[in-house]
């Protein structure tokens, strides 16, 4: 792989050097992203695909492995990214695309299907919205173009030139176009080499997931009602009724939906939890006699799983804090297995991911990571048991600099248990205990923070700032009865157990409770804005990115009242009493915030629109409190180019350092 590495090298800017001034990393080592991104091995383990990434684009680039050589690639023109590649068959790719436009700062996927093979011949637009445009010139056309999101279902091992899709139809919005997941879904199968489809069926749930075996037979499915109630169905074949899950076990089935089927489509797999059960886990479920078995035994909810060469799970992973792996009833003896474990042991600390393997099972790829390693891609040989480095994901970022995630735990006021990480920074001067920022995650519902590198919390922790990550009321991973428990307590319970913890961080003496300030995106920036109202006197300043502020607006604005199950999940989560949100909207009570306030926010969000930051700002004017504002014109949910990128973090150590003077313990 040297020639390869070389080659990689080249293609990669370099982001910076030590700051001559100080011994802290410049501030584009974690603005920056990736440059190495992921690697797949082919079918018959003769070639890679890689997608490497430079300042302007995202290649795809083709790898032989026996001398490291570059074979072919595609490379999508400035600003656009090959945004995920897989493997049809040993001579044939099949990948998305992710094209700049001029209004958004980010590339934003296509709905495309493209395929080229492995030598860069017969690059061809398969399926999508511009199919069409695609046979021009042509007398028999064999596309037509759809204005759909594609997916690949699954990739027909016995058939060479076709594969399993499905298509998500757009919904018309004034004059755009929207994946909203609004109208049924379509099931076709794809000749990879004309783009000519032969619709197969067409699913009758709005935005549904499919499920089929390697035969094409789709036998299984999840979707989201109206109501936003999770359904899972399944049929033996394609001439039986769907039938819902729970008609099979009873009532005491919560929630349950399918996260896999086998090869053969014997055996799908069921995410969720009995009642008896402490968390949710995964079930084996079979389809022809509806035996369910539970395959792993976790105290909190799975995060996640591998597979084997059949596609089963057999190595589960939780995060009560640190990492827990489990290993699948029935599959303790397999070599998949052995081989986990004997990773584990000579990874010890570090999340081990599979990516994928070859046919035969004889080779395959593996990630590893950690809260201080970003990523790094191993090539195995299951005969010769050897584990060789490929290529690292941040190819700057050097782990041994980085600062652990520390695990953090605390109680809310009224008792319940709270998990969370506290990174520290290097001891600035005996005796001085470090400022602190607190940055609640985004979601809220359906994530958390976990013990992975985390770029936000290394810049900030390398300036030396301590963070700290606090999984409230609402964070998944923590069982159902967790993340229910902060449904309607966007802002009650929820901030009331960000503040919990971070008084019991002041107690403890691991930072300076006079020197604190709380930041987040999205709702991570309404959090922040919140708890600055719930607890007016115990942070010097408050910075919202992306945030929401205004929960009446919410329920009406933005793309999530749009979508077919949205009006049901914002009922669930922020419920419909007028009166509450009022009350736990910050918009409404910023009289109450003594805190230095900091407003980031782009034009372009359909998440969160920008009304939601204008209606805040006008708020504090109106009481006199002037916040910094940056607004970022052409920014969608988040920015992404590395221009916008460097202002909202150059904004926000200015603002930090000005509050609570990080900067002064550098010297």
């Known amino acids: 792989m040297k020639k390869t590495l070389l080659l990689f090298v080249m293609l990669t800017s370099v982001v910076g050097f030590y700051s001559h001034a100080s011994n802290e990393l410049p501030i584009e080592y974690f603005v920056k992203r990736s440059d190495y991104l992921d690697l797949k091995i082919s079918p018959d383990g003769k070639h890679y695909a890689a997608r490497v990434r430079d300042d302007k684009m995202v290649y795809l680039l083709i790898i032989r492995l026996s001398d490291g050589e570059i074979v072919g690639g595609v490379k999508p023109g400035a600003d656009n990214e090959v945004a995920s590649v897989m493997w049809a068959n040993n001579e044939r790719l099949i990948y998305t695309f992710a094209e700049k436009s001029r209004r ?47 997916y690949v279902l699954n990739t027909l091992p016995d058939k060479e030139r076709k594969v399993l899709i499905i298509e998500h139809p757009w919904t018309l919005d004034g004059y755009s176009f929207y994946d909203y997941r609004r109208r049924p879904p379509i099931v076709s199968e794809l000749d990879i080499f004309t783009g000519k489809k032969s619709n197969k069926e067409t699913i009758p749930y709005p935005g549904a997931r499919v499920f089929a075996d390697d035969s094409g037979n789709v036998k299984f499915l999840t979707w989201r009602d109206q ?59 079979d389809l022809s006699t509806k035996n369910l078995v539970k395959l792993f035994e976790p105290n909190v909810d799975l995060y996640g799983w591998e597979l084997d060469e059949n596609d089963e799970p057999i190595v589960g992973i939780s995060f009560p804090n640190d990492a827990v792996y489990h ?83 605390a109680k809310a006021e009224d008792g319940t248990p709270l998990n969370g990480y506290i990174t520290l920074p290097k001891v600035q001067k005996e005796g001085v205990l470090p400022p602190l920022v607190v940055l609640p995650h985004g979601g809220p519902h359906g994530v958390r923070d976990y013990p992975f590198f985390d770029s936000e919390a290394q810049l900030l922790a390398g300036r030396g700032y301590a963070v ?8 998944d991973g923590y069982t159902q009865e967790f993340r229910e428990a902060g449904y309607k307590q966007w802002g009650g319970l929820m901030i009331e157990d960000i503040v919990s913890a971070t008084r019991q961080a002041v107690s403890r003496g691991l930072v300076d409770g006079n020197r604190m300030c709380i ?111 940056l607004y970022l014109g052409n920014v969608g949910h988040g920015a992404v180019s590395m221009e916008n990128r460097l202002k909202v973090y150059q904004t926000l150590l200015e603002f930090l350092d000005k509050n609570i003077g990080a900067s002064s313990l550098q010297h």
């Open 327 to 409: 290993y699948a009833k029935g599959k303790e003896s397999s070599a998949m297995v052995k081989m986990h474990k004997s990773l584990n042991k000579a990874f010890k600390g570090q999340r081990i991911w599979f990516a994928n393997q070859t046919d035969d099972g004889s080779k395959l790829t593996f990630k590893v990571y950690s809260s201080t390693n970003p990523g790094e891609y191993y090539a195995y040989d299951t005969n010769t048991k050897k584990a060789d480095f490929l290529w690292a994901n941040y190819s700057w970022i050097d782990p041994r600099l980085m600062l652990p995630k520390l695990s953090f735990t």
């Open 227 to 285: 109501e936003d109630v999770v359904k899972a169905f399944y049929r033996e074949n394609r001439k039986a009724d769907w039938q819902d899950i729970t008609e099979a076990f009873g009532d005491h089935l919560d929630d349950f939906h399918a996260v896999g089927i086998n090869k053969t489509g014997t055996k799908v797999f069921l995410e969720g939890k009995l009642d008896q059960d402490p968390a949710e886990t995964v079930y084996e479920f």
């Open 104 to 150: 958004y700062d980010s590339a934003g996927y296509t709905g495309e299907l493209f395929a080229v093979n492995i030598d860069s011949s017969k690059n061809k637009l398969l399926a999508g919205y511009r199919a069409d445009d695609a046979e021009t010139g042509r007398r028999i056309h064999h596309q037509k173009s759809a204005r759909a999101t594609h």
């Open 468 to 475: 700290l990550q606090i999984n409230f009321r609402g964070s």
């Open 519 to 629: 930041y987040g995106a999205s709702y991570g920036g309404f959090a922040a804005l919140q708890a600055a109202v719930k607890a007016p006197d115990l942070f010097k300043c408050t910075a919202g990115y992306v945030g929401v502020y205004d929960l009446e607006m919410m329920m009406s604005k933005g793309d999530i009242p749009k979508r077919f199950s949205g009006p049901g999940y914002l009922k669930r989560v922020l419920g419909a009493d007028q009166e509450q949100l009022k009350k736990f909207s910050p918009v409404n009570h910023v009289d109450q915030i003594k805190a230095d306030v900091l407003l980031i926010h782009g034009d372009e969000d359909i998440r969160v629109p920008s009304d939601h930051a204008k209606v805040m700002r006008k708020a504090l004017k109106k009481v006199g409190k002037e916040p910094k504002w």
